[in-house]
């Protein structure tokens, strides 16, 4: 990990160990607007996943876990593991999830190991001060790990940069989805999907090998 990466990711952890301690375990406590706005985004990364049947994903920036709530009823057999830079989270989620046998979570990346799928929703979307090269050179590395610790596929989510300007927030960050739909395509595989038609000022890319 690059010293500049370090910095993002110091930076990053401060705030949303912050928005925890402000607002518990909640969609604001990991700052989404709403928690009707949550389930739609996990709706869209979850389609990566098989509908039925036994496997294991990571949770790439698990938060408190609330992705495992949302998917925990309808895939009883998963190996589920949570990983968080915020130790805060990683804390709250473990008390949250302690009667859960088959759910780890961890706020060190060293214990990742490669999993069927690997899913991150909302994790580039908030830069703070980090100028927008530098956070995309931050988001590629971090979906090069995703790769790596996926033997199936994975899925991410970013804000788009269709969204209207006069709504947009000089701490988030927009992405180009042809970009990185192209990124994608080209680096890891030739089965990618792009979802822009969610309702929301966001997309999703879905990567299956």
């Not at 590629?140 to 788009?160: D, H, P, Q, V, Y």
Request: proline share 4%; hydrophobic share 35%.
């Amino acid at each position: 990990m690059s010293s500049g990466e370090r910095h993002i990711l110091e930076r990053v952890d401060a705030y949303y160990t912050e928005k925890l301690r402000a607002h518990g375990a909640t969609h604001r406590g990991v700052d989404w607007n709403s928690p009707e706005a949550q389930t739609v985004r996990f709706e869209q990364i979850v389609k990566i996943l098989p509908s039925a049947g036994a496997f294991s994903i990571n949770d790439y920036g698990c938060g408190y876990g609330a992705l495992l709530e949302y998917i925990r009823p309808m895939h009883s057999e998963i190996e589920y593991r949570g990983y968080d830079i915020s130790q805060a989270m990683v804390d709250e989620a473990r008390a949250l999830h302690r009667d859960d046998a088959h759910a780890a979570f961890t706020s060190q990346s060293a214990d990742l190991r490669p999993e069927d799928y690997s899913v991150a929703s909302g994790i580039f979307s908030v830069k703070l001060e980090t100028p927008n090269g530098p956070w995309a050179q931050y988001a590629t590395a971090t979906i090069e790990r995703m790769a790596r610790l996926s033997r199936k596929g994975f899925s991410f989510n970013m804000l788009t940069a269709y969204s209207d300007p006069e709504f947009r927030r000089e701490t988030l960050y927009y992405a180009d989805p042809l970009y990185w739909f192209d990124h994608c395509r080209l680096n890891y595989s030739r089965n990618v999907a792009l979802l822009h038609d969610y309702g929301l000022y966001e997309f999703t890319i879905l990567v299956r090998y």
